[in-house]
């Protein structure tokens, strides 16, 4: 029932409303104690959303009160009254903004007679709160929801009979012997919040404000309390208050004019830091997102005195980070993968990158390096040091001469019994170095002979390749001497512990080498390099080995690592008449890699890795391998028809973007696109096909949009532009982000190419071009970008849409803003339940809005503006 009136409640016609609204009250009616709360829940559910989309219905939650305010009804009473604003707030019921105000209004207007019901509850079953605990929680859950939809007005809380009795329920007293359960504390704690929450939109509440500053704060006591006891779930809870009051007052305190009214309130900061200190890190992850707050506010305020007075506070911090960095001492493995604590520790990582500019990487540094020198000092503990300094190297100068030697030193003469977890830090940190190494050249022979002779022991191997990709990017040119040992690990990697991500790591570190050598030398060492993914693949294809997923049977491995190579291969300084280095290399690829496509044009996976390896291959060489296209259009374009792989769509566009500014090679394409449009548009025509397969649209229109900014007057004139958009017209309202995205972009670079004079040769022909497609299509594209908006687009996509009615609206304002007028008319003014969703003025406010845009933000807002009347 709940789910028809949530999402089908517009096909009840107006006459059965109230007999539904009746039969709802009456089984509410018969809820007790024994009833499953599920069920409760969900009656409960489905009368706040009649009560939502029945505007006769005025002043519902007072008549509820009236019905349900007898003691054996208090339970599913206060369960509608919470779930009353939170569907409110709930977007997924789609009431419009002006029934969502209407609605407010009326919550409003019930706000006193709630609060008057709450405080009722607190004061009648708040004296034996843990013999009525689900009374009260359910009491402070329904304030808590009433306070988040501004319902409930904070003037006058600040002696609130419900906030008093959270923090009592919070406020641990061992020698009353209370102690509140754990759900109580968790719903004092989320009541509390919220009106701290609600503090950052309002900043006229002082009395408010002292009165939970003061309150918060003596909540100390009680933090320590858990802690002694191991009640992890309430140390939560206090954390959760110490933090949310931090970045409610964060604003204040960085603007405090005195410091000693600086003083007074930077104490939150010492409770937030004891939290931190808690001994699970869990607790200490709360506290994440204050500190980037806080980051955030002092980068953008590039106040030097006003940094120096948090230093303290980060120092500490980060100390205690790397304390909980720590891995367990009797711990002898690295840590899995799949361990929450290792991804704790990304995230201690992240943070300390973004928080070290208070206190100077450095400085940072310096201080853990220290930490490892100290006496007695465990290897858990070098560990966690290590992984504090990896975070921050990057950071440090690359002229830093003190501290970093000191560092390269120890760990090039660390032993082999060093524990393999501290080996592992210190090898990513010698890669993290590699800034400071290109600038320091004398130590890369010690430091490359180190990282070699690592990534032959088990455990070290992936640290190690990623030690070496970075150093060979950032040193390439000091690398180049050691090019053959290079080639002869990569000849050898494969009885390695090195993953494939790894090795795909190194072939893209050695191929930035490649780039900085002699021109002579590269054609040999470019076929080295991919020769030793190619014969495996061709073995492979001669063998007829059935491929499995992951190993060395399967030609993905191969392909990917080709890929990897041809990626980072990019040669500069290639004269007029010269053979390109790459060009001899491609030329014998590219029959192997047709032989791939035949063999595999079955295998989805396996043709999108070939697909891959061609556009890097495509891209390395360009204009250089011409004499490739005509046999690789012909095989692509016959393995569509029959498998329809959207990659080969992609690969066309890549053929696109880099061939068509070749008149000779024009029409070629274009011929290409004609054997794609057929087999395309008869799959997007099925039943849901636009819906189904969303990466073909996406390729699809990747291909057109490249077209239309490489060589926009043939493709202009071609016969294939009026289906094509046509299908365009079809996919806006496509709900698939880079699908709707492509479709966005084709539709803004069609219109750009009618008012873009970049080749003034041919600038009036292409106006006159896209003019003509203009006035057959530029209303219905309005209309469809309108309906697209309201009923099936995301709001996160449509900043893209922006840009297609900025260009529209540069190009012709005139008549863009009369297909506006015409496309927002067709926009419904009242739902089917009578429900109203935007007057004529509105809609006037939005399309004067949207013709004054000069922007796509401007555009974004105005739509998002139009989508709240509907949604």
Excluded at 109 to 114: R, S
Excluded at 131 to 159: N, Q
Aim: aromatic content about 8%; glycine content about 4%; proline content about 4%.
């Amino acid at each position: 029932m709940r789910t028809k009136i949530h999402q089908s409640f517009h096909e009840l016609p107006l006459e059965v409303h109230m007999a539904l609204r009746n039969s709802l009250l009456e089984h509410i009616s018969q809820i007790n104690e024994a009833t499953n709360t599920v069920i409760t829940t969900q009656l409960c559910l489905a009368l706040a959303d009649l009560i939502l989309q029945m505007p006769s219905w005025q002043r519902a939650p007072l008549d509820l009160i009236n019905r349900f305010s007898h003691q054996s009804y208090i339970w599913p009473l206060l369960e509608i009254l919470t779930v009353l604003p939170e569907e409110l707030d709930n977007r997924s019921v789609r009431l419009g903004e002006n029934r969502r105000t209407e609605v407010l209004a009326d919550l409003k207007h019930c706000a006193p007679t709630i609060l008057e019901f709450l405080i009722h509850c607190c004061t009648v079953y708040g004296s034996s709160v843990n013999e009525h605990t689900h009374i009260i929680s359910r009491a402070l859950r329904c304030f808590t929801s009433w306070v988040y939809v501004k319902a409930i007005e904070l003037d006058g809380l600040s002696d609130s009979v419900v906030l008093n009795l959270a923090f009592d329920i919070l406020d641990f007293k061992p020698h009353e012997g209370k102690q509140s359960s754990g759900a109580l504390c968790d719903a004092a704690t989320e009541c509390i919040c919220t009106v701290l929450q609600s503090l950052e939109d309002n900043n006229n509440q002082q009395a408010l404000e002292n009165y939970l500053f003061t309150n918060i704060l003596k909540l100390e006591v009680s933090y320590h309390i858990s802690v002694a006891n191991e009640d992890e779930s309430k140390s939560v809870d206090y954390c959760r208050l110490f933090t949310e009051l931090g970045e409610s007052f964060l604003e204040k305190i960085i603007s405090s004019n005195s410091a000693a009214h600086f003083q007074h309130a930077v104490k939150v900061f010492d409770l937030i830091l004891m939290c931190v200190g808690h001994h699970h890190y869990e607790v200490a992850e709360l506290t994440f997102t204050l500190w980037y707050v806080l980051s955030e506010e002092l980068y953008q305020k590039n106040n030097k005195e006003l940094t120096e007075l948090f230093k303290p506070y980060i120092e500490r911090l980060i100390t205690a980070l790397c304390r909980h960095c720590q891995m367990e001492p009797d711990c002898e493995e690295l840590l899995d993968d799949a361990d929450e604590f290792k991804d704790f520790r990304e995230k201690v990582s992240e943070l300390i990158k973004d928080v070290v500019f208070i206190v100077a990487s450095d400085s940072c540094f310096k201080q853990m390096f220290l930490n490892t020198q100290a006496p007695g000092v465990t290897w858990d503990q070098t560990e966690a040091a290590l992984f504090v300094m990896q975070a921050v190297s990057k950071n440090v100068l690359p002229t830093e001469n003190e501290v970093v030697p000191k560092v390269v030193e120890a760990i090039l003469n660390s032993p082999s019994s060093t524990h393999l977890a501290v080996r592992y830090t210190s090898v990513l940190l010698l890669g993290e170095l590699s800034e400071w190494i290109e600038k320091h050249p004398q130590v890369l022979d010690p430091i490359l002979n180190f990282i070699v002779q690592a990534l032959a022991v088990p455990g070290l191997g992936a640290a190690a390749a990623s030690a070496l990709q970075n150093i060979c990017l950032k040193c390439s040119t000091s690398m180049t001497r050691h090019i053959t040992i290079l080639l002869h690990i990569l000849h050898q990697v494969d009885s390695l512990s090195v993953t494939n991500t790894a090795v795909i790591g190194i072939l893209k570190g050695v191929a930035a080498i490649l780039n900085v050598m002699p021109h002579s030398e590269i054609t040999v060492l470019l076929r080295e390099l991919c020769f030793m993914q190619l014969t495996p693949l061709i073995q492979l294809i001669d063998q007829d080995v059935v491929p499995i997923k992951g190993t060395t049977s399967d030609p993905v491995l191969w392909l990917d690592r080709l890929s990897s190579v041809m990626r980072h291969v990019s040669i500069t300084g290639v004269r007029d008449g010269d053979i390109h280095p790459c060009k001899p290399v491609v030329i014998e690829i590219w029959p192997i890699l047709s032989k791939t496509f035949n063999k595999y044009q079955k295998d989805d996976r396996i043709m999108e890795s070939v697909c891959k390896s061609v556009r890097f291959m495509l891209r390395c060489a360009s204009q250089h391998v011409c004499e490739v296209l005509e046999g690789l259009v012909s095989q692509i374009t016959g393995i569509y028809c029959e498998y329809k792989h959207s990659c080969f769509l992609y690969v066309g566009s890549i053929l696109v973007d880099e061939y068509a500014s070749n008149p000779q090679c024009v029409g070629g394409l274009l011929d290409m696109l004609e054997a794609f449009i057929k087999p395309t548009f008869h799959m997007l025509e099925t039943m849901d096909g636009l819906k189904n397969h969303p990466d073909t649209v996406d390729d699809f229109f990747r291909l057109t949009g490249r077209f239309v900014r490489r060589a926009p007057v043939p493709f202009l004139r071609s016969a294939a532009i009026l289906p094509i958009i046509q299908c365009g017209l079809f996919a806006s309202c496509l709900d698939h982000k880079d699908a709707n995205a492509a479709v966005m972009k084709f539709f803004h670079d069609l219109i750009y190419q009618g008012q873009s004079a970049h080749s003034a040769l041919d600038f009036m022909e292409r106006r006159e071009l896209v003019k003509g497609i203009l006035d057959q299509f530029g209303q219905q594209l309005v209309t469809s970008l309108l309906q697209a908006c309201v009923f099936y687009l995301h709001t996160y996509m449509l900043s893209e849409v922006g840009d297609v009615f900025v260009e529209m609206l540069e190009f012709t304002r005139e008549e863009a803003s009369r297909w506006i007028v015409s496309g927002l008319d067709t926009l419904p003014k009242q739902n089917n339940g009578g429900l109203l969703t935007a007057t004529p003025a509105q809609l006037n406010d939005i399309h004067v809005s949207l013709i004054r845009s000069n922007s796509s933000k401007s555009v974004t807002h105005a739509l998002k503006d139009l989508i709240r009347l509907y949604r």
